[in-house]
C-alpha cells in the first residue's frame, strides 16, 4: 500500500462545479503539499499545510491530522483549471513522498 | 521568483550512451533534487543534494550518479543509458534543512527517449 493515496485517480467535471480531491496518508507527517501539473510537465507548489486550512483564490486546501487526510477543493471550476494534482507529505527531512495524482479535466 | 531551469525539454539517446541531465537554480537553495515521474507510478526521488559535493540517493538510483560542484548546478548522469530509462525528469530545489519539509520549486523536466 502506498504511503499516500489519492482520489479519485480521474475526474471530469463541467465548468462551474465544485471540485474535491482526496489525499490520505499512512504516517507521520510535518507537513502536506498540494501540486499542481500542467500538461507540458511543469509543477507548481499550491500549499504547503500542518494544520487547518488555507485558501488561495478559488482554491482552498484543508488537513485533519487526526484522521490523516487532506482535501483540495477547488471553487467555480474552469477548464483552466484541467491538470494533474498531485499530494506529497514531508516527514521532517527534505524529502516528500508523492500520492500518483488525480487528473482533472474541466469540460467548457 | 525562483527559477529553476534544466538543460533540454526534449533527449533523445541510443542504449549505452551516457548522458547528462543539468539543472540550474538561481535563488541560492541548499536543497536540490532529482526526480523521474511515470505513469502510474507518479513522482519518484532518484537522489537529493543538500550542500555542495553532498548527496545521498533516493528511493531508485540503481542506474544513476549525481554531481553538485557549483550550489546552483545538480546534474544527473546516466552511465549507460537502458530503455528502463525512458522517462520525464524533473528537478527541483529547496531553500534549506529546516526539517519542516519546504517548498520545492521544480524545473520543466527533461523528457527522455532511450533507444
Known amino acids: 500500500k502506498n504511503e499516500v493515496e489519492q482520489s479519485p485517480q480521474n475526474l471530469t467535471a463541467q465548468e462551474g462545479e465544485f471540485i474535491t480531491i482526496n489525499c490520505s496518508y499512512s504516517?507521520?507527517?510535518?507537513?502536506l503539499h498540494w501540486l499542481q501539473q500542467h500538461p507540458g510537465g511543469g509543477i507548481v507548489s499550491l500549499f504547503m499545510l500542518s494544520s487547518g486550512k488555507k485558501k488561495h483564490g478559488r482554491l482552498i486546501a484543508t488537513i485533519n491530522i487526526q484522521e490523516k487526510h487532506s482535501s483540495l477543493h477547488i471553487t467555480a471550476s474552469h477548464p483552466r483549471d484541467s491538470a494533474v494534482y498531485i499530494c506529497a507529505v514531508s516527514r521532517g527531512a527534505q524529502k516528500l513522498v508523492f500520492g500518483q495524482g488525480t487528473r482533472l479535466t474541466i469540460n467548457p | 521568483d525562483v527559477k529553476v531551469t534544466q538543460s533540454s525539454r526534449y533527449l533523445v539517446k541510443r542504449t549505452g550512451e551516457k548522458v547528462f541531465l543539468e539543472c540550474v537554480q538561481d535563488?541560492?537553495?541548499?536543497?536540490m533534487f532529482w526526480y523521474r515521474q511515470d505513469p502510474g507510478l507518479g513522482l519518484r526521488l532518484i537522489y537529493f543534494?543538500?550542500?555542495?559535493?553532498?548527496?545521498e540517493k533516493g528511493d531508485i538510483p540503481e542506474g544513476y550518479s549525481v554531481s553538485r560542484e557549483k550550489k546552483e548546478r545538480f546534474s544527473l548522469i546516466l552511465e549507460s543509458a537502458s530503455t528502463n530509462q525512458t522517462s520525464m525528469y524533473l528537478c527541483?530545489?529547496?531553500?534549506?534543512?529546516?526539517?519542516?519539509?519546504?517548498?520545492?520549486?521544480f524545473g520543466p523536466g527533461t523528457r527522455l527517449l532511450v533507444l
Open positions: 504516517v507521520g507527517i510535518s507537513a
Open positions: 543534494s543538500y550542500d555542495v559535493k553532498m548527496k
Open positions: 535563488m541560492d537553495h541548499e536543497n
Open positions: 527541483a530545489s529547496s531553500f534549506g534543512p529546516s526539517g519542516m519539509g519546504e517548498t520545492q520549486y
